[in-house]
Structures are given as structure tokens and as C-alpha cells.
């Protein structure tokens, strides 16, 4: 969801201002990835290059009410997906991660991975 423009000869990247659905993930691809946790453990699912996480990078993983969870971003779309882990390694629930949280993550990885890129008072509208 990248803007690229030139502003003085020099090439600007900038984020565009929010909209829900450019960060919303699709019932589809949820239910794929419902249906995927079954053959795989969390692990072996992330580091399959061809698997079920290819194009996902995780952010974190935290554990809430004695449940751990792995939070999960897609690089190309900007979408985020936390996945339930089970003590053994098995995965449990996929879900969605609410849009608007989907673009605070994409905006702080912005600041840490692209450093030159525009992300606060100088988002673009459209």
C-alpha cells in the first residue's frame, strides 16, 4: 500500500492515509488457512518456504490467558492474522487481526524496515 512519488528529483515513499478494507483479511483466505493448521506444526509451518506461511513474516508472539498466540503479517498485503500455538506445536485458531491494527503494525515495521519512508503527518489521501 505504498505511494511512491518524486518530490525534488528524490524518490518519496509514502503511506497512504487508512482505509479499512486495504488491510482487512479475506474470509477465503482465513478459511484456508483453518483448514491448513491441521497437516502442520506452527513451526515447520513458518519455515516452509513453499507452506502455508509463504509470504507471512511473524511480529510476535505473546501468550494471553495461558494461551500462545504468533501474529503474523503478509509483506505483500499488508494483512495480519494471529495463529494459535499449542503446547506440543500444533496449531489451533486463525484469526483476523482487526484492520485498524493491521495498519499500526504495517506503519511501526514502515519505521524499522524502511526508515526513509513517510508514515505519520505526511500520509497521502486518496
Known amino acids: 500500500m505504498i505511494k511512491r512519488e ?10 497512504p492515509a ?3 478494507r486495504d488491510y ?7 478459511d484456508v488457512l483453518q483448514k491448513g493448521v491441521a497437516n502442520w506444526t506452527y513451526d515447520e509451518a513458518l519455515r516452509d518456504r513453499e507452506g502455508m506461511f509463504n ?18 503479517y503478509a509483506s505483500g ?3 495480519c492474522i494471529e495463529v494459535e500455538i ?4 500444533s496449531m489451533g485458531r486463525v484469526r483476523a487481526v482487526p484492520p485498524e491494527r ?7 515495521l514502515d519505521a524499522k524496515l524502511r526508515p526513509d519512508m513517510s508514515t505519520s503527518s505526511q500520509e497521502l489521501s486518496r
Not at 482487512?24 to 482465513?30: D, F, H, N, Y
Not at 509470504?55 to 503474523?72: K, N, Q
Not at 493491521?102 to 511501526?108: P, Q, V
Open 6 to 15: 518524486r518530490a525534488g528529483g528524490k524518490l518519496v515513499l509514502r503511506r
Open 18 to 20: 487508512y482505509v479499512a
Open 24 to 30: 482487512a483479511v479475506a474470509p477465503e483466505t482465513l
Open 55 to 72: 509470504g507471512w513474516m511473524e511480529v510476535e508472539r505473546t501468550d494471553r490467558d495461558g494461551t500462545a498466540w504468533a501474529l503474523l
Open 77 to 79: 498485503s499488508e494483512r
Open 86 to 89: 499449542r503446547a506440543d506445536g
Open 102 to 108: 493491521a495498519y499500526e503494525i504495517a506503519k511501526t
